[in-house]
């Protein structure tokens, strides 16, 4: 076998190691939560925001310089194309209300409580930079690119599955109450 045929070995390509479904989802089929960045990024809201600046250096460090509103406003934006996209492809509108509760949730809610505070554009860009290589890199340990988690994300959110996180939250919740 010639080397170029090496190179584009089609059972390869077809193995498991490229299975977009091995590294995203968790055993029982849900996409990861550690895998979504808007997580990594709400994270980064819940430690600001309930950082007292006033009782250490790391604290005052991360007022100062770590105010995740930059990373939030990239987020809803980037939700608000796919929220235009769900309602424009998806055929169920209680996908896109889940959508909405999530958005609110997670991007809308932060800003909103974060509003008053400094906002230093230049350093939230590179802690949001400095974030997502640290993601980046924690998907690559994992198996896993960006690339596979959010084309699985797009896929449930537009076939109207509940393969994301806050998605099965609330459909676990509705089964629960039996709504």
Known sequence: ????????????????????????????????????????????????????????????FIKTYCNPSVALYFAFVENLFTFILLLMFQNTIWTAFKFLVMMVCIKILPIYLLRNEKLRPLYGLLSLGILFSIYNIYLFINDTNIYAVYSRT??????????????????????????
């Not at 390869?12 to 029982?28: A, G, W």
């Not at 797009?154 to 709504?179: A, R």
């Open 154 to 179: 797009i896929y449930s959110l537009m076939e109207g599955k509940n393969e994301t996180p806050l998605f099965n939250l609330v459909d676990t919740i509705m089964k629960t109450l039996k709504i």
């Open 1 to 60: 076998m010639d080397s170029n045929s090496e190179i584009f070995d089609l059972e390869y390509l077809d193995s498991e190691y490229f299975d977009p479904k091995k590294n995203t989802l968790d055993k029982y089929g849900h996409i990861r939560f550690d895998y979504l960045f808007s997580f990594w990024v709400f994270a980064w809201f819940l430690i600001y925001y309930f950082t007292n600046s006033k009782n250490s250096k790391i604290g005052s």
